[in-house]
């Protein structure tokens, strides 16, 4: 009994990485951004006005785009911490240099009344744009929230990954000593070389769809 106990176990352990290989394979397939590539485009409703808009209408600007969630530490809005309550400062900072600041929700458990609430309460300086079933998640490779992305004036995707080296607390966010976005976005506006192009994101997993 102890035997077939120990097979079915075994067997169910077996189907449970096979299921967790094929889910991990197929997210990859689905990527499709590359740095140094065009970045796919993409057409996503604001969630507080309704209006439906592409990536493509940002060319001409260079384009800061993350990942985010109302929910998440690492990123929604917080006296203390966060990533959000940085970039409502920097985007304003960089409107004037020719930058566009965009985030997408993804997370299937965030519905768009919660997220056009939370961008009006926390005064978001840029479109929050709703990504049904995660589709444009699964395009660029979005791990996290926050999760970054720089594309240049030419629609070229020049930068995936983290605001700086990973923080160890929500609280520290913004306080470490190797800055990533900002030295990209500097070098990207003054056309030098990039100092970093793929780094490693830090925060909440994105809660896809089922």
């Not at 049904?132 to 979005?142: H, K, M, Q, S």
């Amino acid at each position: 009994m102890k035997k077939l106990t120990g097979s079915i176990l075994g067997l169910m352990l077996v189907a449970l990485i096979i299921v967790a290989g094929v889910s991990v394979t197929n997210a990859a397939d689905e990527m499709k951004a590359k740095v140094g590539a065009q970045a796919p485009d993409f057409t996503l409703k604001d969630v507080t006005t309704g209006k439906e808009i592409s990536l493509d209408d940002y060319k001409g600007k260079i384009v800061v785009m993350t990942f985010q969630s109302i929910n998440c530490p690492w990123d929604r809005y917080r006296e203390e911490g966060g990533y959000q309550r940085i970039l409502s400062k920097l985007a304003p900072e960089y409107t004037d240099k020719g930058v566009q600041f965009i985030a997408i929700n993804s997370n299937a458990n965030e519905t768009v009344e919660e997220v056009a609430s939370y961008a009006r309460e926390s005064k978001v300086p840029y479109p929050i744009l709703k990504d049904p079933g995660n589709v444009v998640a699964d395009e660029y490779g979005g791990r996290t929230t926050p999760h970054f992305y720089v594309i240049d004036k030419d629609g070229k995707l020049v930068y995936m990954g983290g605001f700086e080296n990973a923080p160890n607390t929500p609280e520290n966010c913004g306080h470490m000593d190797t800055p990533y976005l900002v030295p990209v976005l500097n070098a990207e506006i003054e056309g030098k070389e990039l100092p970093y192009k793929v780094t490693k994101s830090k925060g909440c997993g994105i809660k896809r769809a089922s």
